[in-house]
């Protein structure tokens, strides 16, 4: 398998630093040609700085890291610090970063990049709102039939929502521009919270990676003990969902996922509803398909792959 060129466009988040951290950790897979921050799980300040401390963590500084969007496209930013923490990464203790952060904005970096290299090469994998990504469809919607393929984490169909009864959180806080992303025509994979509701981080999958003895491992775990105690606590399960590193994980095994590639809308006028994914999965309508929702995952595969690639960093 080829290695991808990849950007990753993310608002980390512990769950955030775990599929950058695969990533970096996978350069026979995985070639990341930049990260870019955006608002989401705590404001963009935040975002930008925690994927530097994050790389930083990995050893990583020759990845550029840009700021991007810090506010959605039409509506006000609603941010997840009951979840993540006030800084996003709570957990361990981490240094502020040291590597600087790129003066190019975000969105100018992404679409002079998909520009710059050969048509068809780049894959674009946004953990967070999709902000950054469809502010770059609006402006320079050349790059729509350049990019290879979209691979995301967000979304839902029979998990429902995780923000509100209807709505998962990275499309919720910006349904406008998931709107652009799924309208685009681009090859888009999606990670809904039916995936990654089945990666949980059971005891025995933390202590896995607390006996590597790394930094890397621990800071990983530490961050994992601080990001469960919420979504254990709210759904009543054993251990937290590990959402955004089913991304790279795709990326690198694809074979751990299975799902069918069907019609998905989202809803931006509802009140009720508003940021649900509404995903044909019956095909009960005559929507044309545009996205491949994944339904199922071999959790333990999962982070068995999560777990070896982290020891090597």
């Known amino acids: 398998m080829p290695v991808r060129d990849i950007i990753i466009d993310t608002d980390p988040g512990q769950d955030d630093a775990a599929a950058i951290l695969l990533a970096l950790a ?4 995985i070639n990341v040609l930049g990260i870019t921050a955006v608002a989401g799980n705590v404001p963009l300040p935040l975002t930008q700085k925690n994927a530097r401390i994050v790389c930083e963590l990995a050893g990583k500084t020759n990845v550029p890291v840009f700021a991007g969007c810090d506010a959605p496209i039409a509506r006000k930013l609603v941010t997840a610090e009951h979840v993540h923490g006030k800084t996003g990464l709570d957990g361990p203790t981490l240094p502020d970063p040291v590597m600087p952060l790129c003066e190019q904005h975000a969105v100018d970096f992404i679409i002079e990049t998909i520009r710059d290299l050969p048509a068809g090469t780049i894959t674009l994998c946004p953990l967070g709102p999709l902000t950054n990504i469809a502010t770059a469809i609006q402006r320079a919607p050349d790059i729509v039939e350049r990019v290879q393929e979209i691979v995301l984490m967000g979304g839902a169909y029979f998990e429902v929502g995780n923000i509100t009864p209807a709505a998962e959180f990275n499309i919720y806080v910006d349904p406008e521009a998931a709107e652009i992303v799924f309208k685009s025509g681009i090859k888009i994979t999606v990670m809904p919270l039916d995936v990654t509701h089945k990666v949980l981080v059971t005891p025995e999958r933390v202590k896995a990676m607390r006996d ?3 930094p890397v491992c621990d800071a990983m775990a530490d961050m994992i003990d601080f990001f469960e105690r919420f979504d ?4 009543g399960s054993a251990g937290a969902p590990l959402h955004d590193p089913c991304v790279t994980a795709y990326l690198i095994k694809p074979e751990l996922f299975s799902g069918r590639f069907v019609n998905v809308e989202i809803e931006t006028q509802s009140e009720l509803t508003l940021g649900m994914t509404v995903a044909d999965w019956w ?18 595969g999962f ?3 999560l777990t070896e690639r982290l020891a090597r960093l």
């Open 283 to 300: 095909g009960v309508t005559d929507r044309t398909p545009n996205a491949m929702f994944m339904g199922d995952v071999d959790a333990q």
């Open 303 to 305: 982070f068995d792959l």
């Open 26 to 29: 996978s350069p026979e897979e």
């Open 212 to 214: 590597q003895k790394t």
């Open 232 to 235: 254990t606590d709210k759904y």
